[in-house]
């Protein structure tokens, strides 16, 4: 079981079970999964570009991304429906709080000019989505092997009825968010 699993089973139901005076375990607040996805915008001109966001992916999530695409052509952006304009991962699970320990712990110190995380970026339900400018704060990449610098947007989906119990959760969670 990894580390942050069994801190939440240990300390952080508990905690939020006496804050919010829940009778049931199972009314606690938990995390269902985290979905990365990078767009890739130059993939319409360069087929090439899409490989370097699927590998990078993969080393980030140890996970196999699926190739996301086009739902219908616009001629703005000079696509067509169907060509392959970014990639996503959906992780759960042991692989999901892995991810977690890695993000908060490793990843999310390593931003350049970080001043904590904004806390107006719930969605009403419980649910937080950031985005991370550049992949290299994660360790798994290498600075000299990747191709171009890309993005990518972090969703965390909960089972959280309200951003009050979505933000006590991702705090207990030791998450950054500003004050």
């Known amino acids: 079981m990894s580390r942050l699993k069994e801190v939440y089973n240990s300390e952080i139901v508990p905690k939020l079970q006496t804050q919010f005076g829940y009778k049931s375990v199972m ?53 067509r429906e169907g060509w392959p304009i970014g990639a996503k991962v959906t992780l ?42 550049e992949q290299i704060v994660f360790p798994e990449i290498d600075y000299d092997k990747i191709d171009k610098i890309r993005g990518m947007d972090i969703t965390i989906t909960t089972t959280a009825k309200s951003n009050d119990e979505g933000r006590a959760l991702l705090e207990a969670f030791q998450f950054p968010l500003k004050k």
Request: proline letters at 4%; a positive charge.
């Open 27 to 79: 009314e606690v607040p938990k995390i269902t999964k985290i979905t990365l996805n990078m767009g890739v915008g130059e993939a319409a001109q360069d087929r090439k570009a899409i490989e370097g966001a699927l590998s990078d992916l993969s080393l980030i999530t140890g996970q196999k991304p699926l190739v996301t695409k086009a739902r219908k052509s616009v001629a703005g952006f000079k696509i």
């Open 92 to 133: 759960r699970g042991e692989r999901m709080y892995e991810f977690l320990d890695r993000l908060v712990s490793m990843a999310i110190p390593r931003i350049r000019d970080f001043r904590g995380l904004n806390p107006k970026s719930f969605d009403g339900q419980g649910n937080y989505s950031m985005g991370i400018k």
